[in-house]
């Protein structure tokens, strides 16, 4: 058991090297990254809230959001080599589940939307990208190798493979992923933008068409 958990932490700190190309040195990512911290801290209040122990699992949730200002609730379901970067003001809910490989940035939200009972916080799959700032709200599915553009808000199912973008979220082609899978922050569109640039080619040739008439 123990030696299982080693592997996990080796794998954690692996994913910030592989990731986060400002990571230099084991020092800096042991004692300087405050999403590494948050993520081991809640990997102990998770087992021990598993285990039916009171109290503990979000007293140490608290502490945790204190010091690093990331708030993971213990009964959040977290797979394997989740990163959080930069990490400030993130917040994952109760019922949250996350999938392997997941990178999400500051401020990200994974909430609900009310004050119902049971499964209410998203479910996020595999090699998911969250951007700076996106809210995914509800009891929602995100498929594998989504990627959420910085300050969207996603309400809805998002299929996999896809790019979402926008307030409300909405979905946009998939070409502004890169080879390497990921996600150009500065190359994603703005759907309302285009919708409105269609919009005016069709008024365009409407007035076209009217001179052409009288």
Not at 64 to 78: N, Q
Not at 144 to 166: F, K, L, Q, W, Y
């Amino acid at each position: 058991m123990i030696f299982r958990a080693f592997n996990k932490i080796k794998e954690d700190i692996n994913v910030i090297y592989e990731k986060d190309p400002a990571a230099n040195n084991i020092l800096e990512v042991i004692f300087c990254y405050p999403g590494l911290h948050a993520l081991l801290a809640h990997r102990v209040a998770h087992k021990l809230r598993y285990w039916k122990i009171p109290f503990l699992p979000r007293l140490i949730s608290y502490v945790t959001r204190i010091i690093t200002g990331i708030e993971i609730h213990p009964g959040a379901s977290i797979g394997n080599r989740f990163f959080i970067d930069h990490g400030e003001g993130v917040v994952i809910g109760e019922t949250t589940i996350i999938g392997d490989d997941v990178l999400i940035y500051q401020q990200v939200t994974l909430g609900g939307t009310g004050k119902e009972h049971g499964k209410r916080h998203p479910t996020i799959g595999n090699n998911v990208i969250i951007g700076a700032g996106a809210k995914v709200l509800g009891n929602i599915t995100i498929g594998d190798n989504v990627r959420i553009g910085a300050g969207s808000v996603v309400i809805d199912d998002v299929p996999e493979m896809s790019t979402v973008v926008g307030v409300p979220g909405k979905i946009v082609h998939q070409n502004f992923i890169n080879q390497d899978g990921v996600l150009m922050h500065n190359r994603i569109p703005d759907p309302i933008a285009c919708e409105l640039n269609r919009l005016k080619y069709e008024v365009q040739e409407l007035k076209e068409k009217l001179t052409q008439n009288n």
